[in-house]
Structure formats: structure tokens, C-alpha cells
């Protein structure tokens, strides 16, 4: 089992920035490709971005491609999404998931952890 945690959520204007971070706990967090999804109300949850086991490659939405970062200290066991330029639009629940894929998948279901979820709401 692994256990994840969000923090860093909260209420921003257009254009700021906001860092979520995800900690891990439970087994070997490098054994795992990790991803951040959000959902919206009334919406299906969506991919964000994805990042490898070492943390070599990334996998990101066509929608915030140049505004969100994610990365991974894996001394740490955190996974973290820089978020920049945000848009009302970016507004949704926002979930870190990991997965034993060797890839950085854009697939909800190949995830198989998750953590409960931190809200990111933008005014406009």
C-alpha cells in the first residue's frame, strides 16, 4: 500500500501561481510513475501531468503545457506540481495518484493509488 497526501491547495487570482505537494508514505516511493489528475464540479477527472519513477521524463496536458511543472524528490518521497499563470478554468480538485507503469501514463487507470484531494479554486 501506499499512502498519499495533498497539500498546498487554496484560492488564488488569474495569473498567480500555486505549488501542490504530494507526500508519500508505505512502500518504495521511486517504484512508482507518478501523475496529478484534477475534477471539476459536474466533470470527469482529467489528466494534468505525469512523471517517470527516476523522474526523468514528464507527461503533461495539452492544457496547461508551459504552466504547470511537475517533479519528484524521490529522497523526499514527495511528488510536487508547480502550477504558474493560472486560469479560472484550472479551478477542480486536484489528485496525486501513483502507479507501477514504467512510463508516465495520461490514463487514470493505471493508477493505483490515490490521494484524497486538495482544492484549487481561481477567481477571475
Known amino acids: 500500500q501506499v499512502q498519499l497526501v495533498e497539500s498546498g491547495g487554496g484560492l488564488v487570482q488569474t495569473g498567480d501561481s500555486l505549488r501542490l505537494s504530494c507526500a508519500a508514505s508505505?512502500?518504495?516511493?521511486?517504484?512508482?510513475?507518478m501523475g496529478w489528475f484534477r475534477q471539476a464540479p459536474g466533470k470527469e477527472r482529467e489528466f494534468v501531468a505525469a512523471?517517470?519513477?527516476?523522474?526523468?521524463?514528464?507527461l503533461y496536458a495539452d492544457s496547461v503545457k508551459g504552466r504547470f511543472t511537475i517533479s519528484r524528490d524521490n529522497a523526499k518521497n514527495t511528488v510536487s506540481l508547480q502550477m504558474n499563470k493560472l486560469r479560472p478554468e484550472d479551478t477542480a480538485v486536484y489528485y496525486c495518484?501513483?502507479?507501477?507503469?514504467?512510463?508516465?501514463?495520461?490514463?487514470?487507470?493505471?493508477?493505483?493509488?490515490w490521494g484524497q484531494g486538495t482544492q484549487v479554486t481561481v477567481s477571475s
Open positions: 512523471i517517470t519513477r527516476s523522474g526523468g521524463s514528464t
Open positions: 495518484a501513483g502507479g507501477r507503469k514504467l512510463y508516465a501514463s495520461g490514463s487514470l487507470y493505471e493508477y493505483d493509488y
Open positions: 508505505g512502500r518504495t516511493f521511486s517504484n512508482y510513475a
